[in-house]
């Protein structure tokens, strides 16, 4: 089973959830915090609706970001531990580049920002089944040793044939990473 931290940074559904349930806690103590009674201000009409639905929406928002992190780690643990490894060969490999800017410091001008996706066809068979997919990965096609019309391992549920793991993205060594 791959570790929460290969999850993080190589599944986005994984990721999105972390992200929410991290925002909900973090803007729910913001609220809190901000919304205290203050002894030598009077209290506005506006401060008080934030304090008093601020943190249960917040807090809402982490349960659900905390069932999306469950429902996905559970998700990809019953594909490991029930699924079975397929071989399979790679169709096509695409990547998609796209420019955006960004003002990042108002004295410099526009910085261009590339940003790239990566996506792979595999074909391979389940039950005697032929299954063509493309992939989206995290990382360039060639970091986990794909090339076109070479072998990839893929992880298959037998109840979900179209929704294959390539195994290279989530056993990979992540190396430390950080937010910013």
Do not use: C
Not at 21 to 26: D, E, H
Not at 94 to 118: F, L, P
Not at 139 to 145: C, E, F, K, N, T
Request: glycine share 8%; charged share 20%.
């Amino acid at each position: 089973m791959p570790s929460l931290h290969t999850l993080y940074w190589n599944d986005p559904a994984f990721r999105r959830a972390a992200e929410m349930l991290g925002f909900g806690l973090f803007a729910a103590i913001l609220t809190w915090w901000f919304t205290r009674p203050m002894s030598n201000a009077d209290p506005t009409a506006e401060f008080e609706l934030v304090a008093k639905y601020g943190p249960p929406i917040a807090l809402g928002l982490a349960a659900l970001g905390l069932i999306g992190v469950a429902w996905r780690y559970v998700q990809v643990h019953g594909v490991f531990t029930r699924g079975e490894t397929v071989t399979g060969t790679v169709v096509d490999l695409k990547t998609d580049t796209w420019e955006t800017t960004a003002n990042r410091n108002q004295s410099h001008g526009i910085n261009k920002i590339t940003q790239r996706s990566y996506h792979a066809t595999v074909s391979y068979t389940v039950r005697g089944e032929e299954q063509h997919v493309t992939l989206r990965l995290p990382h360039d096609p060639s970091h986990y040793g794909m090339k076109r019309g070479g072998a990839v391992e893929l992880q298959v549920l037998e109840s979900a044939p179209r929704k294959p793991l390539v195994r290279a993205v989530y056993f990979e060594k992540v190396k430390m990473k950080w937010l910013f």
